[in-house]
Every structure is written in structure tokens, then in C-alpha cells.
């Protein structure tokens, strides 16, 4: 009765705070499922100990669909499972609406042992959703930086880690190499400065006589990892220290330039999914986009492409990491960690990496020759891209706080209002620094 009762006091309170950020659309469940996280932290989810012939099951939580879980999964829970036969793994797999089905298996105190997080990943942490992982990586004498790259830097809360990075790869510029090819133009290379990519993007967009464009330079339309990446390079950022700075003269710039080369040589607004159809069909010459498209893009007929860095001196962080629940008890805790360990190391990155249902964030396997010079579907690409733009990684200060996703979400809006010719670079500026001040404001 006593936990009914502050429940619902702490769902009003809870209900109060997130109409005013907004947060309507998570719906009662959602709102409900936060105002138990302190509650349900305290309780144990998993907290039935190992049977009496020592075996365990742990419940691995994960988003996408059953094509997700056999490409990127199901191989490494099998080796897993054959290395530890005491422990057991009961896969979850969230075809939508992933951050609300987590936070009320949370609220309803049944909260999966292991969780996959991305970005927002601190929303939960902030919560007091999941364990700190600093005592497992001290015991291990884990190396994070050295082992998955800058992005790892991304899963931490006030100084704690609370995920071990397992899918990884930051954005990468795809290239149609039959376009150059025609054109007598150089491809891209990690040398590549963001004016090496407009001018590129220039010159390889063409028009037929009546000035309608036949072929474009590049695509990339609202993708973070793009203006991001390049915003980073100029020296822009959206936040730093908990503070907005949108608002700065090298963002302006990001945005001016963006846009107008936008305007010049990028296909009409479209999402970053038309630009890959379009990139597909031979009609754009480069796409910036995010390194998952590999193996689509080695299955169309007659695309004749490869990849290079992302322009510029910075990558946007993307991927995902493994977190244990505070729920789980001490036996589900142990196992979870070995779970984690196992997925993230090497033996178990190289199974993601020959089945590039992904990308490995583990930096030994992004660089060993057998996973750059494997053949995709039938061909062979430049993967050692991919270690050197995940070493590329910045992670902005959006990324540091519960307000990730509310803020990238008004960011995302600005620039698409921005690319359609609604308003200009400043005004985009100037709203977004109002907006993304006002939401920090609120934590």
C-alpha cells in the first residue's frame, strides 16, 4: 500500500513535469514507467538466484526485427551460450517503440538484466536505471578508450560508466566510383576537408539544356552525422558544460555552407533513406551516411561504389552498448557481465563483423586485415575507413545528459526547416539556441 501510494504521488509529479517538456506523446504508460524508476531500482527484478544445479537465465533486451536479432545476435548468443553452458540467454526483441517498452518493463519491476541503449542512453542512466560498470572494468583492467574508441566516452553518467560499447561506427561518405570514374576526378580520401567534398559535390552535379538536374553531387539531407560531423570540424558545438552554444559565428558558417552547397548540388529535400535510393540507382555521386548501408549497397546490380572518411577532422558518435539493470540481482548481475564481456570482445566482434549486420565497436577487430580485406557479397571495400572515422569520434555535449533526445529532435526540425528554404542559417540558429536553452534549463 505504501508503494501504491508513492507511486502515485511520484506519477503525478511526474505526469506535471513532462507536460511541461513536452513529452505528451510518451503517454501515460511512459510517464508512469519513469515515475517508478527510483521505486523500481530499489526492487529486484531478476532477483531469484541461480537453480540448484547453478544454472541461470539472463534476459537480453534488444530493438529491430528478427532479421536484426539472426545478423547481428543470434551467432553470438549461440557461442556464448557453448562457452558458458550454465547460462542461459532469453532474447527480448522490440520491434518499435523501444524506450517505452523499457521504461515499463522498468516500472512493472521486470526490467531485462541486459539492455541494448544508444545515444539517449543517458536518459535512462539518469534515472538510476542501470548499474555502474567501473568496478567490472577495473577488475578486467579494461582499457575503454584504447579498446572501442572515442565513442565509448558516450555512455557515461557524472563520471560512471554505465554501457560497454558493442555496435559501433560513425558515418561514412559513399561514393559511386563509376561517376568519377567519367568525371577524371580523384575518389575520397581521409585527406578530404569539407570544401574538398562541396567543391566535389560542384562539379559532378549535372544538368541537362533545359537546366534540370540529371545527376547530383551528393545527398544528405537532415542527417545529424553530417552537420554534426561538419559543425565539430569548424569548432561549433551545440553544447558545452550544460550550456547551449548554438548560437556561435563557426555554426553559423556549418549552416551557411551546408545549405547552400545543399541548394547546388544535393537532390531536392529528401530523407536520408530516399538519398541511399538515390545513390543506389547511379543518379548521386556521394552519399554521407551511416555504415550500415554497406552491405545493401553490395547487393544492387551494377553499383560499382566504395567508402571514404567523413570530411573533415571530426565523426558524429552513432552505435549502441550493453547495459545490466539495478534490478537484477547479484547471481543475474555476475552472469550479465559476462555476457557483456563476451559480446564486446574480440571473438564474439569478429562473428559481427564477417556477418556485417553491423558494425563492431571493438577498435582490434575494426583494424585486423581479416575483417578489412573480407569480400561482401562477392567484392571488397575500403573497411579500414571505418576504424579511422570511429577514431575520428567527438562527442558533443548534447550527448551528456537526459536532454538528448528532446534536444536533437528540435535540431533535427531546424535544419529540415532550414534545407526547405522555411528560414535561413540565423534564424535556425537563433531558434535553435532559444530552444535547446530552454530544455537544459529544465534539468
Known sequence: MVADALFAKNLVKFEE??????????????????????????????????SKDGKITIEFMHWGG???????????????????????????????????KLLTMVA??????????????????????????DSYIKDNNMDLQKTYGNGSDLYKWKGHVFGIPDRGGAGVLYYNKDIFDKAH?????D????????????????????????????????????????????????????????DSPQNLKTFTDYTKNFKS???????????????????VAMTLDGMWWILGNSQVKGLNFDIAPMPGKYSWSTGSALTISRQSDKAHRAASWKFIKFMTDVKAQKILGASLGDIPANMKVLEDPGFIKQKITGKTYDLATIAKDQKKVKIDGIFRGPWYSE?????????????????????????????????????
Open 407 to 443: 534536444a536533437i529532435t528540435e535540431c533535427t526540425n531546424e535544419v529540415k526547416e532550414m534545407l526547405l528554404g522555411h528560414q535561413t542559417p540565423k534564424q535556425s540558429i537563433d531558434n535553435l539556441q532559444a530552444k535547446v536553452r530552454a530544455i537544459l534549463n529544465k534539468y
Open 17 to 50: 513535469e513532462f507536460a511541461m517538456k513536452g513529452w505528451k506523446k510518451l503517454g501515460l504508460a511512459a510517464m508512469a514507467a519513469i515515475a517508478m524508476l527510483t521505486l523500481s531500482s530499489c526492487g529486484s527484478g531478476n532477483a531469484s538466484s541461480a
Open 66 to 100: 528478427t532479421d536484426t536479432y539472426k545478423g547481428v545476435y543470434q551467432k553470438r548468443i549461440a557461442a556464448f551460450e557453448k562457452a558458458n553452458p550454465k547460462i542461459k540467454v532469453k532474447v527480448i526483441t522490440v520491434g518499435d517503440n523501444y524506450d517505452t
Open 265 to 283: 548540388s544535393s537532390i531536392s529535400y529528401q530523407t536520408a533513406e530516399d538519398g541511399v535510393n538515390r545513390f543506389q540507382q547511379g543518379k
Open 191 to 246: 585527406k578530404w576537408t569539407i570544401n574538398d567534398f562541396y567543391r566535389a559535390a560542384k562539379k559532378l552535379t549535372k544538368r541537362d539544356k533545359k537546366g534540370n538536374i540529371t545527376q547530383w553531387g551528393t545527398s544528405y539531407a537532415d542527417y545529424q552525422a553530417a552537420w554534426g560531423s561538419f559543425m565539430m570540424t569548424n569548432g561549433g558545438s551545440l553544447v558545452k558544460n550544460g550550456k547551449a552554444t548554438v
Open 108 to 133: 512493472g519491476n521486470k526490467a531485462p538484466d541486459v539492455a541494448q541503449v544508444a545515444e539517449d542512453g543517458t536518459g535512462f542512466a539518469s534515472k538510476n536505471a542501470f548499474i555502474s560498470l
Open 185 to 189: 576526378m580523384a575518389y575520397p580520401n
